[in-house]
Nanobody
């Protein structure tokens, strides 16, 4: 079993900042890509940012220059630093990880989600 636990969401005013964290634990042998997705009410879940274990990153165009994804591979943790937040960034943010388990299988795992609300 693999668990992903997110933290750091909340209510912030437009122009403000938040930092999300996601820690993976359980039957982990290694982790490939880790990333963040978000889902606003009535919309599909979309990629926000992803980072491979080797440090390659990819961002949605809407967050480039404002969001930064980073990882602590030793702690199996991924972070999302968000600045200059806009109301349209409001969504539930989900952590995702591509995990090589101790059972020698690979699988994609999701966190439970953390709400980010940008509003004055």
């Amino acid at each position: 079993q693999v668990q992903l636990v997110e933290s750091g969401g909340g209510l912030v005013q437009p122009g403000g900042s938040l930092r999300l964290s996601c820690a993976a634990s359980g039957s982990i042998f290694g982790i490939g890509a880790m990333g963040w997705y978000r889902q606003a009410p009535g919309k599909q879940r979309d990629l926000v940012a992803v980072r491979t274990s080797g440090g390659i990153t990819n961002y949605a165009d809407s967050v480039k220059g404002r969001f930064t994804i980073s990882r602590d591979n030793a702690k199996n943790t991924v972070y999302l630093q968000m600045i200059s937040l806009k109301p349209e960034d409001t969504a539930v943010y989900y952590c995702n990880a591509h995990v090589h388990t101790t059972l020698a299988t690979w699988g994609y795992y999701w966190g439970q989600g953390t709400q980010v609300t940008v509003s004055s």
